[in-house]
């Protein structure tokens, strides 16, 4: 149980488009969700958290307008990078939480690149 | 501010050893800390939760202390195998964030178990 999936799995798109990334709780409704990113040997960096119904509340030093995130219903999340550019390429992660629950189910990842 | 430290550097050890791994926070009044798993281009699992008034956990061959006076947590994998080789990543949860369920990671330490 409490699997995570995403998609796509992985995106290459030229610089100034958006891409949106996918984040689905399968078998468990998801109270909160989270969107890390990861760059190359560092560890997760927490970009936001997303209540089901409200607006995702941002990192320190994340831009809001840029990293669009969307919670419509209890399964599933989505996250747009607006006009993303190549600094924007990195592994974004989104994991999952249900009511009351103390630990995270995370999604396999989507690596975006952006040329 | 707060801090999460882990071995950056890779531990290496023989299969059928114990692996030790370390992790140490500062300004953090923990009402739990948790240890996931990374394996390269994954997302993270969760293996671990232990709260603020215990001082071990075990699952299999894992095992977790927590010493809140010395702001510390020790990782054990015994009998360790070469499946075991990943990066291993610690998140304390502050007192105030348990509810909100937000993560904040250390870099984590990368386990290679040689055969």
Sequence with gaps: GAVVSQHPSWVICKSGTSVKIECRSLDFQATTMFWYRQFPKQSLMLMATSNEGSKATYEQGVEKDKFLINHASLTLSTLTVTSAHPEDSSFYICSARYQGADTQYFGPGTRLTVL | ?115
Excluded: M
């Design chain 2, 1 to 115: 501010s707060q801090k999460i430290e882990q071995n950056s550097e890779a531990l290496n050890i023989q299969e059928g050893k114990t692996a030790t791994l370390t992790c140490n926070y500062t300004n953090y009044s923990p009402a739990y800390l948790q240890w996931y798993r990374q394996d390269p281009g994954r997302g993270p699992v969760f293996l671990l939760l232990i709260r603020e008034n215990e001082k071990e956990k075990r699952k299999e061959r894992l095992k977790v202390t927590f010493d809140t006076t010395l702001k510390q947590s020790l990782f054990h994998i015994t009998a360790s195998q070469p499946a075991d080789s990943a990066t291993y990543l610690c998140a304390p949860v502050e007192k105030g964030s348990s509810n909100t369920g937000k993560l904040i990671f250390g870099q984590g330490t990368t386990l290679q178990v040689k055969p």
